[in-house]
């Protein structure tokens, strides 16, 4: 069974850092991309930085680019969203997903709130 665990979400100040971590089971974990993905109240869920377990490349939203850092620790099955110089915009709570054989499967999320 494919499961996502997202942590390391909380309360933190603008300027400040969170790390979120996204531990994962259920599949081959080398073989998949995982994305981060977040949805603040009354927005759509959007994606956010996206990493390829095999080769480790990665994509980042334009909005985030420059602030935050995906990576991956094979070893231990779990990606992680390094996230500095955070904002108030940054407030939602952060998913991560990964498709296997066509079907998508999300944790139970983390919530970031950035305090102005």
């Known amino acids: 069974e494919v499961q996502l665990v997202e942590s390391g979400g909380g309360l933190v100040q603008a300027g400040g850092s969170l790390r979120l971590s996204c531990a994962a089971s259920g599949f081959t974990f080398d073989d998949y991309a995982i994305g981060w993905f977040r949805q603040a109240p009354g927005k759509k869920r959007e994606g956010v930085s996206c990493i390829s377990s095999s080769d480790g490349s990665t994509y980042y939203a334009d909005s985030v680019k420059g602030r935050f850092t995906i990576s991956s620790d094979n070893a231990k099955n779990t990606v992680y969203l390094q996230m500095n110089s955070l904002k108030p915009e940054d407030t939602a709570v952060y998913y991560c997903?990964?498709?296997?054989?066509?079907?998508?499967?999300w944790g139970q999320g983390t919530q970031v709130t950035v305090s102005s």
């Open positions: 997903n990964v498709v296997v054989l066509g079907r998508g499967y």
